[in-house]
């Protein structure tokens, strides 16, 4: 089944449906674009999609389509055979040979050359390839998925993007929200994060609500992607068994703190803990699992809001 799947965090309702979401994907062979801005985890729900389908046991093919050279794009794609241009001194399969029976991700497809475009709307279609320069095709079994930070719907205006292309690529959308739109999820993402690199021996157990506030007063234009860089520095940088505000970079310190924000974060993460304290009938071991946060740190958190879980046995037992 290949290596292990990162977890995605998602406690907030709007992040658990995305989650819903790529698992029914999963079901379905066909094609689906994963949109959002960098940083924001489109890689994840493709592996997500690709390890919850009936293509678990094949290739998964990821490709930044942005970092080809336009002259290389169709044989990095397709293949060439023997002699197709210089320097092809042997015949190449090309990455839908690569990925027969499993999944190409196609990542940043709104960056490939509209020649290149042309090529993969006819695989798609037909599910047949021609590698550059021979004179046959084959055929190939593979599941695209698309990945684009960039607006390529032909109703956005680009133009840049064959509309026939994109209805082929988008026959399923999924839509990843940046971070700043979804600071429910903060505190869980910084307690993964921390976790994960307490696996790999370094020793931080927490954040203080301090930190926590500083990091919900930042924008997050890089987004997830941004969030592991500043945690990571912070927990190299951290005396403690926790990381305090001061631990973070100076440039996020510094920000003033923006009206409602501090309250909204602590608002929704009361609300995620006492959704998830419900629907496990106010088991904590079950409550972490469902809103995976470690256990120890939804003790942490149930006494911060002052949440009573007795309530949540006693809700159930009045509504069976």
């Not at 006819?122 to 998925?145: H, I, K, N, P, S």
């Not at 945690?231 to 190299?236: E, K, L, N």
């Not at 409550?287 to 256990?295: D, M």
Request: glycine share 10%.
């Amino acid at each position: 089944m290949g290596e292990p799947v990162e977890t995605i965090v998602a406690v907030t309702a709007a992040m658990r449906g995305l989650v819903d979401a790529a698992d029914r994907l999963a079901r379905r062979d066909v094609p689906v674009l994963i949109t959002g801005e960098t940083g924001t985890g489109k890689d994840l729900f493709a592996r997500r999609i690709h390890v919850r389908s009936a293509r678990q046991a094949g290739a998964f093919v990821p490709v930044n389509c942005g970092a080809i050279p336009s002259a290389l794009v169709a044989s990095e794609l397709f293949g060439h055979a023997r002699g197709a241009f210089t320097g092809a001194g042997t015949s190449a399969p090309g990455l839908f040979e690569s990925a027969d029976g499993g999944v190409l991700v196609l990542d940043e497809v709104g960056r490939l050359p509209m020649a290149a475009q042309v090529a993969l709307l006819r695989v798609v279609e037909t599910g047949m390839v021609r590698r550059v320069g021979a004179t046959r095709e084959q055929r190939v079994d593979v599941r695209v998925l698309g990945a684009t930070n960039e607006p390529i719907d032909p109703a956005s205006g680009a133009g840049s993007f064959r509309a026939d292309l994109y209805y082929r690529l988008a026959v399923e959308t999924i839509h990843l929200p940046p971070l700043r739109e979804r600071l429910g999820d903060l505190p869980a993402l910084v307690d993964h994060m921390i976790g994960q690199e307490g696996e790999q021996g370094r020793r931080v157990e927490g954040i203080t609500a301090e930190a926590l506030e500083v990091l919900s007063r930042h924008a997050w234009p890089g987004n997830i992607r941004e969030l592991r860089n500043v945690i990571g520095q912070a927990i190299s940088r951290a005396k403690g068994a926790v990381i305090c505000a001061e631990d973070l970079p100076e440039g996020l310190r510094g920000k003033r703190v923006k009206n409602g924000v501090r309250l909204a974060v602590q608002q929704t993460e009361r609300s995620v803990i006492e959704e998830a304290l419900e629907r496990t009938n106010g088991n904590m071991a079950e409550a972490a699992r469902v809103s995976q946060v470690p256990l120890a740190t939804l003790y942490r958190k149930v006494a911060k809001h002052r949440i009573d879980t007795g309530k949540f046995r006693k809700l159930r037992s009045s509504q069976d």
